[in-house]
């Protein structure tokens, strides 16, 4: 459940990545240099927090799956 939950904020910093790249072809010099080096940071942020939710829904430590059997 993690998982799917950790594709929001993921989804979230792909479109940020996605816009920083898109307005750094637009610039010169060492402005167009930072624009990628943010978008790749970004798209990194973003994979990070889907193998995060991978990892933590497969150990079985997501907190939300024991907020899910409380209320059911």
Request: proline share 1%.
């Amino acid at each position: 459940m993690c998982l799917f939950i950790s594709l929001v904020p993921a989804t979230f910093w792909l479109v940020i990545g996605y816009f920083v790249l898109f307005a750094s072809t637009k610039a010169d010099g060492s402005v167009k240099a930072l624009g990628r080096g943010l978008a790749i940071w970004a798209f990194m942020i973003s994979g990070f927090i889907v193998l995060a939710g991978g990892y933590v829904t497969l150990t079985g430590l997501c907190s939300i799956d024991a907020l899910m059997a409380c209320v059911a």
